[in-house]
């Protein structure tokens, strides 16, 4: 079955600490692969995307992930983590070569807590 | 400033009553999207429609009805025979079906008691 598994529920750091989030994924075939933050009181916002090329891939605000095909894996990680990371943040992955976000599925969300 | 307005933010009805959620977008966009938010679970998509007067069923339409008679609207109907209505629901749209970033509303929490 498809799927998309996200480590931790919750990440508590503090400032400057590194943050690496874990997503792995299930899905058959060519992926588009994405993380997704929801920052308090605001609505779900594209971080980064993957869909072929260099599977390191950089995104806003200083993020950035890494797709391991071999793994199955497209971890998010930040060098060093600000107050304002603080969010919810949802790994997705869809199908490649069909496309569709109607195939996307979403993992269950990892809570960024970061403490000045 | 373009973007998907839900209304309203917090929804509260009785069992047995069916309720229609609001989402309207000034993108121009050709797809929308419900998916429905449990705790400790993602986002599961409940219907999506690609063009006007057309949509599909998702992973979890049961007990849900949509339309989609115009470009910038696409209601979400929870009806009484959702088993598990209470949640938090997201509309969701993107210039076409692949490619391009999805963007979201703010969300409804719906309460049924």
């Known amino acids: 079955a498809q799927s998309v598994s996200q480590h931790n529920h919750h990440v508590i750091l503090s400032e400057a600490a590194s943050l690496e989030l874990g997503c792995n994924y299930s899905y058959g075939g060519t992926v588009n692969l994405f993380w997704y933050v929801q920052y308090p009181g605001q609505h779900l916002q594209l971080l980064l995307k993957y869909f072929s090329g260099d599977p390191l891939v950089k995104g806003i605000k200083g993020f950035e992930a890494e797709f391991i095909k071999s793994k199955f894996s497209f971890n998010l990680r930040k060098p060093s983590v600000q107050w304002s990371d603080t969010a919810e943040y949802f790994c997705a992955v869809g199908p490649g070569v069909e496309g569709g976000y109607n195939k996307l599925i979403f993992g269950a969300g990892t809570r960024l807590a970061v403490h000045p | 400033d373009g973007g998907i307005t839900q209304s309203p933010k917090y929804l509260f009805r009785k069992e047995g009553q069916n309720v229609t959620l609001s989402c309207e977008q000034n993108l121009n966009h050709d797809a929308m999207y419900w998916y429905r938010q449990d705790p400790g679970q993602g986002l599961r998509l409940i219907y999506y429609s690609q063009i006007v007067n057309d949509f599909q069923k998702g992973d979890i339409a049961e007990g849900y009805s949509v339309s989609r008679e115009k470009k910038e609207s696409f209601p979400l109907t929870v009806t009484s025979a959702q088993k598990n209505p209470t949640a938090f629901y997201l509309c969701?749209?993107?210039?076409?079906?692949?490619?391009?970033?999805?963007?979201f509303g703010n969300g409804t929490r719906l309460t049924v008691t």
């Open positions: 969701a749209s993107s210039i076409g079906l692949s490619n391009s970033p999805l963007h």
